[in-house]
Each structure stands twice: as C-alpha cells, then as structure tokens.
C-alpha cells in the first residue's frame, strides 16, 4: 500500500529535551515536506526536499532541523522543543517535477511540550 | 511571503445543494493550485489539483482557477451530510506549498 508513515503518533515532552520524529514514504516521491498545523493559522511549511541533494527553509523552521539523507525518509528534529511547538504535525511527499506537487500526507504526529 | 486566503467560515448549506467555496493567492507566478479536504482529527486528502485557467471537474466537484484575478475555487454539487469538512486551498509556486487555513463546510440534513 502507497502511504507515508510518521512517527510516533502522540508525543508528550518537556522543554528542552531532543526529540525526533520519522517520517517514511514508499512511493518513491522526490518532493517531501514537514508542515505543522495550529488553530486557526491552517498548515504551515517547516522545511521541504526537492530531493536527495536539496533541503530548504519552508515559513516556519526556526527550532527545527531536517535531514534527507535518503529518498525515502525525511526525519524532523527538535533539537531544545519549547511550548509554543506544542502543534499538529504533518509530513508529506509529493513526486515532484514534472510528476507534480500533490501532497500525499502522512497520518500526523500530535506533540505537546510542557 | 505568499499569501493564501479563504473565508474561514462556517459556510453551511442544505443537504442536495451546491456548496461554493473560494480562495485568493498573492504570488502571480504561482504554477499549480490544489484542494485538500480535511476531517477533524484526520490528515489533508487531495480531492482536486488544476494547474491551467478554466474549469476542471471530477465527479461532484469543480475547480476553477482564473489567474488573471488570482483567484480560485471549488464546487461541490449535490452536498451530502458526509462532505462536512474543513477544506484546504493549496498554491504552489517557487518549490513551496502554501496552505490557506481553511473553510468549514457544513451539510445540513
């Protein structure tokens, strides 16, 4: 089954203390993407890979890293979470290019940091 | 910094009619436009993406894009109870997606 997976699902923290959360697709997509999503803002871009090679700042990555070291994983980083990254997270991959930019989302990753 | 906008809501409409909703973008170089419906609680699904001025329809559902007003939108015909969601404007451009944050719709039976 296509699909892309994140995890974990539920995360609860406290601030300052590293964290990850993976993400995985199967679909072969070059475009991948980490947004967070808060009431009444909508979704936000973190971070995006064109591909392998290309990793850029989305509107939002202050206090998030992102790593794409292979095609398939895009693991997102938070290096000291604070409060206010107390969010909904999303990642999703997109074939890219010509293939286009539809998002396929993963099934998100609620994080709370007190 | 690109800017996505919709009506937040709530739009509500009787069950059987046309919901119409509608969404404004400021980046005119922007390439590819999307619609993504979202559940409470769920992840975004892509019900449509259009990427040329005009209309373009799938099963109960229109887009239609005009990049002169830049300006985009969705129909959806013969709403159903089970089309009550938040719906997602999406414009790409400039190898980022920017999302609007969303209409509620609500079908009434």
């Known amino acids: 089954e296509a699909q892309v997976t994140q995890n974990p699902r539920y995360l609860i923290t406290v601030t300052g203390k590293k964290l990850t959360v993976t993400c995985s697709q199967n679909m072969n997509h070059e475009y991948m993407s980490w947004y967070r999503q808060d009431p009444g803002l909508g979704l936000r871009q973190i971070y995006y890979s064109m591909n392998v090679e290309v990793t850029d700042k989305g509107d939002v990555p202050e206090g998030y890293k992102v790593s794409r070291k292979e095609k398939r994983n895009f693991p997102l980083i938070l290096e000291s979470p604070s409060p206010n990254q107390t969010s909904l997270y999303f990642c999703?991959?997109?074939?890219?290019?010509?293939?286009?930019?539809?998002?396929?989302f993963g099934p998100g990753t609620r994080l709370t940091v007190t | 910094q690109k800017e996505v906008e919709q009506n937040s809501g709530p739009l509500s409409v009787p069950e059987g009619a046309i919901a119409s909703l509608n969404c404004t973008y400021s980046d005119r170089g922007s390439q590819s436009f999307f619609w993504y419906r979202q559940y409470s609680g769920k992840s975004p699904e892509l019900i449509m993406s259009i990427y040329s001025n005009g209309d373009k329809e799938d099963g109960r559902f229109t887009a239609q894009l005009n990049k002169a007003s830049q300006y985009v939108s969705l129909l959806i015909r013969d709403s159903q109870p089970s089309d009550s969601a938040t719906y997602l404007c999406?414009?790409?451009?400039?190898?980022?997606?920017?999302f609007g944050a969303g209409t509620i719709l609500r079908v009434k039976s």
């Open positions: 999703a991959s997109s074939p890219g290019g010509a293939g286009g930019y539809e998002q396929y």
């Open positions: 999406a414009v790409y451009g400039g190898n980022k997606l920017v």
